[in-house]
């Protein structure tokens, strides 16, 4: 009997690391929405502790968190390491996190004037979420594949994307004619 009241002891308090976890995370994104930046780091910090202590994997959703605030202070080598640190933890199967730290990269290589990388990096990401079947997300990838190479004046890849965005959209029925 003891041994079930310890286990029950301890998954409580899992659970309540858990929530724990996501308040800090969630204050972290309130104050950065504020442009508290120096705040949001300090919840960030705090989830991305909890999580890592007990091995939970919405530690990435936190990690990109602290990626955007990284960017938005332009610290794009903090950032970066941020990435690295994304890249040993990211479950390989989980498409939806794989895009949002590949599109990290991309923000990155943008800031970076990488201008090589950050189309492969695009064109990787739009090509694994339409493979993957996530129609509304390739749709999205697409208009920002067109919005950059409109960016770079490549005006046949710009209209070949911007119009294959644009046909998922209304195939998904989001647009109309």
Do not use: P
């Amino acid at each position: 009997m003891k041994i079930i009241n310890n286990q029950k002891t301890l998954l409580y308090k899992l659970e309540e690391e858990k929530n724990i976890s996501a308040i800090e995370n969630n204050l972290g994104k309130l104050f950065f929405e504020f442009d508290n930046i120096e705040e949001a780091f300090r919840h960030y910090n705090v989830a991305k502790e909890i999580r890592m202590r007990n091995n939970d994997t919405n530690v990435i959703e936190t990690l990109i968190n602290i990626c955007e605030g990284y960017i938005k202070i332009k610290e794009i080598d903090k950032c970066e390491e941020v990435l690295e640190e994304i890249k040993t933890l990211i479950d390989g199967t989980d498409v939806e996190q794989i895009i949002e730290q590949n599109l990290l990269w991309y923000r990155v290589y943008t800031i970076k004037e990488m201008a090589d990388e950050a189309e492969l990096v695009l064109l990787e990401t739009f090509n694994l979420a339409k493979v993957n079947g996530l129609e509304k997300r390739a749709a999205e990838l697409a208009i920002l594949l067109g919005r950059y190479y409109i960016g770079i004046k490549k005006d046949y890849e710009a209209a070949k994307y911007l119009d294959e965005g644009v046909k998922i959209f209304r195939n998904l029925g989001i647009l109309n004619n």
